[in-house]
């Protein structure tokens, strides 16, 4: 993946409504900085966030028949979330289907791109 395509990965996580506020701002700042000298450093800091933040499809799962997932989404969009991470799962998947983890987990998959 080249550096292009990658800028468009760090778009789609910022623009997801799945994006949390912190993660959606470091992704603005960093794409404010390419090509300036402070480029490097927030690809190392955006690198590190993505790697906590980018969920599992377990991770997910177990967060959409949670309690709190009801509270925030309602019981029964709470469990359509849990079936689509079921069936996102079964299908072999590894990482949570929203927008800003499949984006996020294709920068980290190229992470090096970033860090030349």
Same mark, same amino acid.
């Given at each position: ?9 760090? *778009?789609?996580?910022?623009? #997801?409504?799945?994006?949390? $506020? ?5 992704? $603005?700042?960093?794409?404010? &900085?390419?090509?300036?000298? &402070? ?9 590190? #966030?993505?790697? $906590? ?5 377990? &991770? ?8 709190? &997932? ?18 996102? *799962? ?27």
């Amino acid at each position: 993946m080249d550096k292009q395509t990658l800028i468009e990965k760090v *778009k789609e996580i910022v623009s #997801a409504p799945s994006c949390y $506020e912190g993660l959606r701002k470091l992704g $603005e700042d960093w794409l404010a &900085a390419i090509g300036t000298d &402070a480029e490097k450093k927030l690809s190392e800091k955006l690198i590190a #966030a993505l790697k $906590e933040d980018v969920s599992s499809i377990d &991770a997910s799962l177990a967060f959409f028949q949670s309690d709190e &997932a009801k509270s925030i989404f309602g019981s029964e969009e709470a469990a359509n979330l849990a079936k689509k991470a079921e069936a996102f *799962k079964a299908a072999g998947n590894k990482i949570c289907f929203c927008p800003a983890c499949q984006a996020g987990q294709a920068v980290l998959d190229n992470r090096s791109v970033l860090l030349k």
